[in-house]
């Protein structure tokens, strides 16, 4: 059973860091696009960060490049969101995706439960 699970969310000051990750388990990681979503309270999921299966094509949505990085480590199977210079218009709720891009798993969408990023002084 495929299963994400999100964690390092918090409340952070402006100007501050947080570093969110996802860890994967019940299928095979290394064939799946990752990616970040978020959604504000009020507002529609948007796509933060997207990583692809070999590590070696990310996209970033216009608000967060030059302040947010994302990576994986296909052998720890986790996906991680390093968020930097975070301001208040960054809070939302975080989700994890996986979508499958490789033979025999190609449409496959998985969801984490997301994780609660608060950007406040």
């Known amino acids: 059973q495929a299963q994400l ?11 501050g860091s947080l570093r969110l990750s ?3 388990s019940g ?3 290394s064939s799946y696009t990752m990616s ?3 959604q504000g309270s009020g507002e529609e ?19 967060v490049k030059g302040r947010f990085t994302i990576s ?6 986790t996906v ?17 995706n996986a979508k499958g891009r490789g033979p025999g798993v ?5 969801w984490g439960q997301g994780t609660q990023v608060t950007v406040s002084s």
């Open 5 to 15: 699970v999100e964690s390092g969310g918090g409340l952070v000051p402006p100007g």
């Open 22 to 24: 996802c860890a994967a």
């Open 27 to 29: 299928f095979f990681f």
């Open 36 to 38: 970040w979503y978020r």
């Open 45 to 63: 999921r948007e796509l933060v960060a997207r990583i692809n299966s070999a590590a070696n094509v990310t996209n970033y949505a216009d608000s």
């Open 72 to 77: 994986r480590d296909n052998v720890k199977k």
């Open 80 to 96: 991680y969101l390093q968020m930097n210079s975070l301001k208040s218009e960054d809070t939302a709720v975080y989700y994890c």
């Open 106 to 110: 190609w449409g496959n969408d998985y």
